[in-house]
C-alpha cells in the first residue's frame, strides 16, 4: 500500500493546478509563469531585481519570462529614474489585457473552490498551509538523519 505523505499531495495538487492554468493561458497565446509576472508588475513599475524575489524565481527563469513578455509586447523596460543602475519593469496595454485575463482567471478558479467548500474547511486549510509554511521558513520540520 502506497503511503501518501503531504508533499506527494501538495506536489500533485500543485501540478494539476499548473497543468490547468497553462492549458487556459495557451488559449491566449500565455503561459502560467507569465500571468503570474503579469500579476506580479504594480501598475506604477516594478523594479527588475524586485520582481524575482517578489515571485520567489530564479532570476534566470524571470529573465527568460521576461525578454518573452516583452517580445510579445506586454512590457517594456525603462530605466529607472531613482536608479541609474536600475530598470523599472512596466506593463503595456497590451500587458494590462493579458493581466485582466490572468486575474479573472485566477478570481474563477479561487471562486469555484469556495463555492464547493464550505468556510469552516477553508480557514483550516489556511491554518495548515500557514504553519508549513512557517516551519518549513524556520526549517525546523526536516531533520535528516
Known amino acids: 500500500m ?25 488559449e491566449y497565446d500565455s503561459t502560467m509563469s507569465m500571468g503570474f509576472t503579469l500579476l506580479s508588475i504594480d501598475a506604477e513599475g516594478t523594479p527588475s531585481t524586485a520582481l524575482g524575489p517578489k515571485m520567489g524565481m530564479e532570476p534566470t527563469s524571470l529573465s527568460r519570462i521576461l525578454n518573452t513578455m516583452e517580445e510579445r509586447a506586454y512590457i517594456t ?35 469555484s473552490i469556495l463555492n464547493h467548500v464550505d468556510e469552516k474547511k477553508m480557514k483550516h486549510f489556511f491554518e495548515v498551509i500557514d504553519f508549513i509554511k512557517a516551519e518549513v521558513e524556520k526549517e525546523e520540520l526536516i531533520h535528516i538523519k
Open 77 to 111: 523596460r525603462k530605466p529607472n529614474p531613482n536608479d541609474g543602475r536600475g530598470v523599472l519593469i512596466y506593463l503595456t496595454e497590451q500587458g494590462k489585457e493579458k493581466r485582466d485575463l490572468s486575474k479573472k482567471t485566477v478570481l474563477d478558479f479561487n471562486n
Open 2 to 26: 502506497k503511503q501518501v505523505t503531504i508533499e506527494y499531495a501538495l506536489r500533485t495538487t500543485w501540478q494539476l493546478i499548473t497543468n490547468m492554468y497553462n492549458e487556459k493561458a495557451a
